[in-house]
């Protein structure tokens, strides 16, 4: 997608870069000077190449588009293994776990 964006902008930098070879060598008009063409031919005709190459890509890529209507998980949630998950506790010189208090909290009662 990036590249069809910037496809036309890497087209000019490269005839830039190589204005002398394209005018000596690819150029259409080189054989009549007097249009002083310079490779501009050239340029012209990648540039309309790139637009039929990005607006054929578009069209693909709306045509690959793909919606999902139904979902259904590879495996059932019953086909996972468990694993037991066990707590272990210090076992303090009073044999009860390290950390638990020895009576449960209970809030006040209110009085009437």
């Known amino acids: 997608m990036?590249?069809?964006a910037f496809s036309k902008i890497f087209i000019v930098l490269d005839y830039e870069a190589?204005?002398?070879f394209i005018s000596k060598f690819l150029c259409i008009n080189r054989a009549t000077?007097?249009?002083?063409?310079n490779g501009k031919c050239y340029l012209v005709?990648?540039?309309k190449k790139a637009d039929q190459d990005g607006s054929s890509s578009a069209k693909?890529?709306?045509?690959?588009?793909?919606?999902t209507l139904f979902y259904q998980p590879l495996a059932s949630p019953g086909a996972i293994p468990r694993i037991p998950q066990t707590?272990?506790?210090?076992?303090?010189?009073?044999?009860?776990?390290v950390g638990v208090p020895l009576s449960i909290f209970h809030p006040?009662?209110?009085t009437v």
């Open 60 to 67: 693909d890529q709306k045509e690959k588009q793909v919606i």
């Open 2 to 4: 990036l590249t069809t």
């Open 33 to 37: 000077p007097k249009l002083q063409c």
């Open 108 to 110: 006040p009662k209110p």
């Open 18 to 20: 190589n204005k002398d």
């Open 45 to 47: 005709k990648k540039m």
């Open 87 to 97: 707590i272990s506790y210090a076992v303090s010189p009073e044999d009860r776990p």
